[in-house]
């Protein structure tokens, strides 16, 4: 079995979500408390134990390769200055673990962006994860998910359960409980089903674990929900040939793409961050005993 060593990050997205904030920043860019949202990502990847990090970019995004560069005349002046801790943080940063990018050169959807990783991730299975998608969780969400791939030896979606009405956002799979835990057989899959027309409340969240034939389909697949190449629909193929898995991941997820989504993580995050963690509780507790405040 071979191990799991690459990550796709496709980063391409326009972020029109947030747009006007977006406008001149990727979306990845955007901070959560004290970094942008896709150092969050690629922390969780080099948590999990991968070692290199393949980014689908498009023109503009070039904030993102450069946050986890070395930058020599920044490193110099804080040399000047003294500034040791600050110097270390970012040379932790740059070397946190090796990046390559390649570009999408047109807007044709997530299963053509991954697409674009044929050639760097070559024949041996690998992770992919949605920049928008932040998970919280002990373990990292794609440690579980290979732990679960040492067991299998299959493609893997992480899965969360949704309100009904909302599973029209997201990838709808179908599937049947195997003996793993918190492990299903994908049955179907459908990419954002109409309101009212799915049968179940299992959503694929932004982490996949895909063997190399997913190439195979993502260069066939015509262009499905949107007008857009859709991984969803790779996947389903992929899973009728050889076979899926679905795995409710434990731990929680963040839409960091969606504005009320991106200030859930913010305040989670800071409710938790060691150095602001208490006086941001005392603020929090001061809003809600405010009485003009909506939530008293
Ligand atoms: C993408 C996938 C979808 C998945 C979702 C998770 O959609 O196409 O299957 O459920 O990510 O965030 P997007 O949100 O990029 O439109």
């Known amino acids: 079995m071979k191990r799991i060593r690459k990550a796709v990050i496709p980063v391409a997205g326009m972020g029109t979500r947030f747009l006007p904030a977006t406008k001149a920043i990727p979306k990845e860019m955007l901070t959560i408390v004290d970094r942008p949202t896709i150092q969050y990502i690629v922390e969780e990847v080099v948590a999990s134990g991968i070692e290199e990090v393949i980014l689908i970019t498009s023109e503009g995004k070039s904030a993102i390769e450069n946050h986890f560069d070395y930058d020599f ?11 040791r801790a600050l110097r270390d943080e ?3 940063i740059s070397s946190l673990i090796d990046i390559v990018s390649v570009r999408q050169k047109e807007p044709l ?3 053509h962006a991954i697409w674009m990783a044929r050639n760097v ?5 690998f992770l992919v994860l949605l920049g928008d998608d932040l998970v919280r969780s002990k373990k990292p ?3 579980q998910m290979i732990d679960l791939y040492n067991q299998v030896s299959e493609s893997i979606v ?4 949704v309100p009904r009405d909302q599973t ?6 179908e599937g049947e409980e195997t003996e793993l835990d918190r492990t299903f057989k994908v049955k179907r899959m459908v990419e954002k089903p109409a309101p009212g027309t799915s049968n179940s409340d299992m959503a694929i969240i932004g982490r996949y674990l895909l063997m190399p034939e997913i190439f195979d389909f993502l260069g066939t697949t015509t262009p499905g929900h949107g007008g857009e190449i859709q991984l969803t629909d790779a996947l389903l193929a992929l899973s009728n040939k050889r076979g899926m898995y679905a795995y409710e991941f434990e731990g929680k997820r963040y839409d960091a793409g969606d504005k009320l989504g991106y200030l859930k993580a913010i305040v989670d995050i800071a409710l938790d961050h060691p ?7 005392e603020h929090l507790q001061a809003v809600c005993a405010d009485k003009d405040c909506a939530c008293s």
């Open 121 to 125: 991730v070559g024949n041996e299975p």
């Open 90 to 92: 970012l040379s932790k």
């Open 109 to 111: 959807g997530l299963g």
């Open 275 to 281: 150095g602001l963690g208490a006086s941001f509780r």
């Open 141 to 143: 969400c794609c440690r």
């Open 73 to 83: 005349q920044l490193d110099t002046v804080l040399k000047q200055k003294k500034k």
């Open 158 to 161: 992480a899965i969360q359960r």
């Open 168 to 173: 029209y956002q997201y990838g709808i799979i």
